[in-house]
């Protein structure tokens, strides 16, 4: 508490209580008095320190109770990103990827054959184990390219139409070797020219093959026109809906390409994936099938069911001089 003390007047000099405003005797204004401020130094270190806790305990509390409210927060969002990421990353798509007829013929081709001999040769027949029935060894002759030994087999009771286990006919093996000699002889003698690959082949791709496709396939030009002139069909296609023109497209042999179209084939036709076969033909480089198809007046902008052309095949694949043809015949 502050004391009470006595003013002067400074004009007669008489003391006046602090609280006057004016000289009880004089009647001048005596002078402002201010109160003394407390020190702090004379406040209790008790006081302080109370004072300093009723100032910071709602800051405090207001972080505790920010803090557990981040911490639920964070427990509670964390199971739904997780599972949102779990969900989008299961669900999500793969991109698809261009269909590509030249893999899949490159990849039937081989299943078709039987495995070649250690040395590099196919060994003869005549060697054939005793296990192996007649329509075995037939095949087996057919696909040494021994043709005596195949017709020894067939007096004795092979099927001209004989088929390995793996269900592929001894035709197709021969027509895939090209042996004009061995085909007009099987043909001759009752084998059937549109006789397709079983669905019991190693591969499922090769499942409908026909030996025209697969001659088509190896560019065998004398054996495609020996089995065309015997009424083999042009529109039977394999299981993966594969045609003997996409196999000649794959080929790049111009020659069976021409013969195709001009016993009918379409040079339109789509094919595996919706693939038509220009567009087989870029996707493989074969330049030269590309312009005959052109010459044949298939659109240089022929598209894909997936939208794709020709021209895009081409530039993927880096063949440069199938994609400048396309330009040129104005594929964009």
Not at 118 to 143: C, H, M, N, W, Y
Not at 235 to 264: E, F, M, T, W
Not at 302 to 320: P, Q
């Amino acid at each position: 508490m502050t004391s009470m003390t006595n003013v002067s007047c400074p004009h007669c000099g008489e003391l006046n209580s602090s609280s006057a405003l004016a000289c009880v005797t004089c009647r001048h204004s005596l002078p402002v008095q201010e109160l003394a401020a407390t020190p702090t130094d004379a406040i209790s270190p008790t006081v302080i320190q109370l004072q300093n806790q009723e100032i910071e305990s709602p800051n405090r509390q207001l972080k505790i109770t920010l803090l557990n409210v981040t911490i639920a927060g964070l427990l509670l969002v964390t199971p739904i990103v997780f599972l949102w990421k779990a969900t989008h990353s299961a669900t999500k798509p793969e991109p698809s990827r261009p269909v590509s007829t030249s893999l899949v013929i490159s990849e039937t081709i081989p299943d078709v054959v039987s495995a070649p001999h250690p040395t590099g040769r196919q060994p003869k027949s005549s060697v054939s184990q005793p296990t192996q029935s007649l329509d075995e060894q037939f095949f087996r002759a057919i696909a040494a390219g021994d043709l005596s030994r195949a017709q020894q087999l067939f007096r004795q009771g092979a099927s001209i139409n004989s088929y390995i286990p793996s269900g592929v006919p001894a035709l197709v093996t021969a027509a895939r070797l090209g042996n004009t000699e061995t085909i007009q002889w099987m043909l001759d003698n009752g084998a059937d020219v549109n006789v397709r690959i079983l669905a019991t082949a190693k591969s499922e791709r090769a499942v409908g093959w026909t030996p025209l496709m697969m001659a088509s396939a190896k560019g065998q030009v004398a054996a495609v026109e020996l089995l065309l002139k015997n009424k083999a069909r042009i529109d039977l296609k394999s299981q993966d809906n594969i045609g003997p023109l996409h196999c000649a497209a794959v080929s790049g042999n111009g020659q069976v390409a021409r013969l195709l179209i001009d016993y009918g084939a379409d040079p339109n036709e789509p094919g595996l994936g919706g693939l038509r076969p220009i567009i087989s033909a870029a996707d493989a480089g074969n330049t030269e099938v590309v312009r005959i198809l052109l010459e044949k007046g298939v659109d240089p902008n022929s598209k894909g069911v997936a939208g794709e052309s020709a021209l895009s095949h081409a530039i993927a694949k880096n063949h440069h001089d199938t994609a400048r043809v396309l330009r040129d015949a104005g594929a964009r």
